[in-house]
């Protein structure tokens, strides 16, 4: 997004600024992982949970999928495989 103002970006998105502070949440704590074959922004929560952030994605049905949605709550299973 592009934004021509003569009003300062700190005045802008100071309101973001707040949330993200007051939640203490901090902007690198934003992880891109690949889930259901889709690339998405997520912030940790607790345990594999993760809660999606945004949809990184060119393919417009990428962003009709509701298991994927920003805000949602997914959760991820980490297997491992044994190696010889």
Do not use: A, D, H
Request: some cysteine.
């Amino acid at each position: 997004m592009i934004i021509y103002s003569i009003i300062p970006n700190e005045y802008i998105f100071s309101e973001q600024k707040y949330f993200l502070e007051q939640n203490n949440i901090s902007e690198s704590n934003y992880l891109q992982i690949e889930y259901m074959g889709e690339t998405l922004e997520v912030s940790p929560m607790s345990n594999n949970c993760f809660i999606v952030n945004r949809i990184i994605s060119t393919n417009p049905k990428s962003f009709l999928k509701p298991q994927i949605q920003p805000g949602k709550v997914i959760t991820l299973g980490f297997q491992v495989k044994k190696t010889i």
